[in-house]
């Protein structure tokens, strides 16, 4: 069993074909056969099953070897970057995972800070919701996230976290008389009102605010893109709490208030484990906290 033979079972569980797996690693399809045969014989278990209809699916015991060939790949890759760092030289993949919001504002000012240092890093984004990440991160197909997450949920899932800033969130409302010539807008007030909320680690900050102001939250539509609830706020369909990060343009006669009680959402580093951390996953959370983590810093 070698290094090879690790990644590319790592690769067609990721892409669920023995041909693209091949042509990542620039292997014909026969010679990956081989050795993921020749993987499975050394082992004495069977590691995948093709099916017709379902293509390429792991068996149980794949499934759990997979996590396990993950760790490896990962503690091999932190064993590259020492060696390297040594050199004085700094190498590595980042594989990182965040919500589209964090991707959109944040990643962008935290990859070009370390590319600037060390070139020779490279990144692999996975985007994707709350739930997603926080699989990848106990299943180890990311290294690094930036994520909306309690300590209960990272304890049951396996993967620890960092706090990074608390970011600020808004109401967010067509112009009308009730909340005209207001410069704070009392939660009180949307007792009842038919509010649209955003998934994807809007939702608990907004029930904990609702709770926290005695008022009655009434979920009108859930939606997945911010710009969707912008839209619909501005035909008049319902009110939003959003972060502020995200309202640097705002559709015509709607507006946008802080509220009473404040209200933030936590956003939050995470990694399966800080002291199997990489040299290059340390380096991104130690970029992320230099350019985040200041007390009162506004990301607006």
């Known amino acids: 069993m070698n290094n090879s033979q690790l990644q590319l079972f790592v690769k067609i569980a990721e892409t669920g074909s023995f041909t693209r797996a091949g042509q990542e690693m620039n292997m014909t399809q026969p010679a990956v056969s081989r050795a993921i045969s020749a993987l499975e014989n050394e082992l004495d278990v069977s590691l995948i099953i093709r099916?017709?209809?379902n293509g390429i699916v792991l068996t149980d015991v794949g499934q759990r070897i997979l996590v396990i060939f993950r760790r490896i790949l990962q503690q091999y890759d932190k064993v590259q970057q020492v060696v390297a760092a040594e050199k004085g030289l700094e190498i590595g993949t980042i594989r990182i995972g965040s919500f589209p919001m964090s991707s959109a504002h944040l990643l962008p000012k935290?990859?070009?800070?370390?590319?600037?240092?060390y070139p020779?890093?490279?990144?692999?984004?996975?985007?994707?919701?709350i739930m997603e990440i926080q699989q990848w991160l106990s299943s180890r197909v990311i290294d690094v996230a930036l994520i909306i997450a309690t300590e209960q949920e990272a304890a049951e899932l396996n993967y620890e976290t960092m706090?990074?800033?608390?970011?600020?969130?808004?109401?967010?409302?067509r112009e009308n008389e009730t909340f005209a010539d207001q410069d704070i807008l009392h939660v009180k007030k949307l007792s009842g009102e038919s509010m649209i909320i955003c998934n994807g680690g809007y939702e608990m900050p907004i029930v904990d605010l609702f709770a926290r102001a005695e008022a009655e939250?009434?979920?009108?539509?859930?939606?997945?893109?911010v710009n969707t609830c912008l839209n619909m706020i501005?035909?008049?369909l319902g009110t939003a709490i959003l972060p502020a990060i995200s309202l640097s343009w705002l559709p015509p006669g709607v507006r946008a208030?802080?509220?009473?009680?404040?209200?933030?959402?936590?956003?939050e580093l995470a990694v399966p484990s800080f002291s199997e951390a990489s040299p290059a996953s340390r380096l991104f959370v130690e970029t992320a906290l230099q350019l985040f983590?200041?007390?009162?810093?506004?990301?607006v």
């Not at 490279?122 to 919701?129: P, T, V």
């Not at 706090?163 to 409302?173: D, G, I, K, Q, R």
């Not at 208030?257 to 956003?267: C, F, G, M, Q, S």
């Open 217 to 225: 939250l009434s979920i009108g539509f859930i939606v997945h893109n």
């Open 120 to 129: 020779q890093i490279e990144f692999e984004l996975h985007e994707g919701n």
């Open 163 to 173: 706090p990074l800033y608390n970011e600020e969130m808004l109401a967010v409302f």
């Open 51 to 53: 099916d017709r209809r």
């Open 234 to 236: 501005e035909q008049g």
């Open 293 to 299: 983590a200041r007390p009162n810093k506004r990301l």
């Open 257 to 267: 208030l802080p509220t009473e009680p404040k209200a933030y959402r936590p956003v």
């Open 110 to 117: 935290i990859i070009r800070s370390i590319r600037d240092r």
